[in-house]
């Protein structure tokens, strides 16, 4: 496959608790994205990464942080996580085709 | 602003028939345009993609999409439909900057009939 995975892969969760959901690539690209995924919103960015310790916001970055130390590891953290953060959670990697190759996704529920 | 549309949430259709999947963009520049599709509980995979030049362009899976920059329309087309192709399709507009930012749209439910 394009050499990126989720971890993990479903999680349930309390509200008010940290989450860290993990994204890692073998392939070396520049460029990480973490979207989220919900009903009749379709995919929406959450933050994203062009480099090692270079990261910024995306479209609904309320609420969650991120952090890229190595260029193959980008983590997503629910600081305190809410009912409203129940989602899918999905990471991307942009190959030098242009087009995004996804992940396999998170299914975070929180309770 | 930048946004993509997919007008039709549900799309069902006779195994055989043709297929069309709307979708329309805003941008300001000459956008970057994807599909991609979803089987349930998978992930994203890329059908196809835009970026310059003939303006009909081919994916894998036997489908086609067709740019219309008077239109701002990036459709999706396959002329005769198989029972594996319902999943859900989703239309994405970017373009040549530094971060790749890509907008989704709301994703079209494709049913097919046996």
């Known amino acids: 496959d394009a050499g990126i995975t989720q971890s993990p892969r479903h999680k349930v969760t309390e509200t008010g608790t940290p989450v860290t959901l993990r994204c890692h690539q073998t392939?070396?690209?520049?460029?990480m994205y973490w979207y989220r995924q919900d009903p009749g919103h379709g995919l929406r960015l959450i933050h994203y990464?062009?480099?090692?310790?270079?990261?910024d916001k995306g479209e609904v970055s309320d609420g969650y942080s991120v952090s890229r130390s190595k260029t193959e590891d980008f983590l997503l953290t629910l600081e305190s996580a809410t009912s409203s953060q129940t989602s899918v959670y999905f990471c991307?990697?942009?190959?030098?085709?242009?087009?995004?190759?996804f992940g396999s996704g998170t299914r975070l529920t929180v309770v | 602003a930048q946004s993509v549309t997919q007008p039709d949430i549900h799309i069902t259709v006779s195994e055989g028939a043709s297929l069309e999947l709307r979708c329309n963009y805003s941008y300001g520049a000459t956008p970057y345009l994807f599909w991609y599709v979803q089987s349930p509980g998978q992930g994203l995979q890329l059908l196809l993609k835009?970026?310059?030049?003939?303006?009909l362009v081919q994916g894998i899976k036997g489908f086609e999409a067709e740019f219309k920059r008077s239109q701002s329309s990036f459709n999706l087309r396959k002329p005769s439909v198989h029972w594996s192709d319902a999943a859900e399709y989703f239309c994405?507009?970017?373009?040549?900057?530094?971060?790749?930012?890509?907008?989704f749209g709301t994703g079209t439910r494709l049913k097919v009939l046996a």
């Open positions: 835009y970026f310059s030049g003939d303006t």
């Open positions: 991307a990697i942009r190959p030098e085709h242009y087009g995004y190759t």
């Open positions: 392939e070396n690209h520049r460029y």
């Open positions: 990464s062009y480099g090692v310790k270079d990261t």
């Open positions: 994405a507009v970017g373009g040549p900057s530094g971060t790749y930012k890509y907008i």
